[in-house]
């Protein structure tokens, strides 16, 4: 039977739409956040990434660039952002747990194996990636209906004579896109919406907390608006797993799968 003191700790919550601290995967206990919270920091990522595809850009690479040119600035104001957003995990945990200590994140962020309430941790359950990453894959097949910009796709940029001449012996720009890949599905996009906000979601959202962090993912993709159905459906196969596992690495690893595809095209444009 609950105490009254419990009690009160858990109306308090529930009025500020906050549930009492959480326990982590196998870790200590972890805040939750309150709705606005979640908002803040969502538009803390998103915002600045939509800034810096749709004003920084133009104007950095200039009203006559070339599709190289513009393409290289685009990808460096991304990453910019994406770096923005691990900066801002790590400052949020600094501030919650006063410690940026291995231990700390590990605990703070769900960067643990996945493990289930049968008591197993890693082995067989990471053959579930597996599972996701062909859901993945399978939903970036369906197409949207939006159009993409031409001047914005790099499928098609990649696809091009000018976009594999650009590409043609450029390490340095293929060290760049190493970098944005590595934040993009590790350090900054995946860390914070799987490490950070979904394990602290559970007290303002209940049980919904998944299908919210996948909704959150799909419309903070205001730098490229035509890919957030899709975002939305993958941001869901990201979260499942993470939340049932109790492990962010579930959609890290998910995640990671279109980067790797990504790095071996370009390198191989970068190698000719």
Do not use: C
């Not at 600045?48 to 040119?69: F, I, K, N, Q």
């Not at 790590?90 to 006063?98: D, N, Y």
């Not at 097949?141 to 031409?150: A, H, I």
């Amino acid at each position: 039977m609950p105490t009254p003191e419990a009690s009160s700790i858990d109306s308090t919550a529930r009025a500020h739409h906050v549930a009492a601290p959480v326990e982590s995967a196998g870790g200590p206990e972890l805040p939750q956040y309150s709705v606005a919270k979640v908002l803040a920091i969502w538009a803390a990522a998103a915002v600045p990434m939509a800034l810096l595809a749709w004003v920084v850009t133009p104007v950095a690479a200039g009203g006559d660039a070339s599709e190289g040119r513009f393409a290289t600035v685009l990808i460096a104001a991304l990453t910019g952002g994406l770096v923005w957003q691990a900066v801002l995990v790590l400052g949020l945990v600094a501030h919650e747990q006063r410690s940026l200590r291995w231990p700390v994140l590990r605990d703070a962020l769900w960067l643990r194996a996945p493990s289930d309430d049968r008591g197993r941790r890693g082995g067989r359950l990471w053959w579930w990636v597996a599972v996701f990453a062909l859901g993945f894959f399978l939903v970036q097949l369906v197409p949207t209906g939006l159009p993409e910009p031409s001047d914005r796709s790099l499928g098609a940029f990649l696809a091009s004579t000018e976009g594999q001449e650009h590409f043609s012996g450029a390490w340095g720009l293929f060290a760049l896109v190493v970098v944005m890949m590595t934040f993009n599905s590790f350090l900054g996009e995946e860390l914070l919406f799987r490490g950070l906000l979904l394990p602290r979601m559970r007290g303002a959202f209940g049980r919904r907390d998944r299908m919210v962090d996948a909704l959150l993912t799909g419309l903070y993709h205001l730098h490229q608006p035509w890919s957030m159905p899709g975002a939305v459906l993958a941001g869901a196969l990201f979260a499942y797993p993470s939340r049932r596992f109790r492990s962010a690495w579930m959609g890290i690893a998910i995640h990671s799968t279109q980067s790797v595809v990504l790095l071996v095209v370009i390198g191989t444009l970068v190698l000719r």
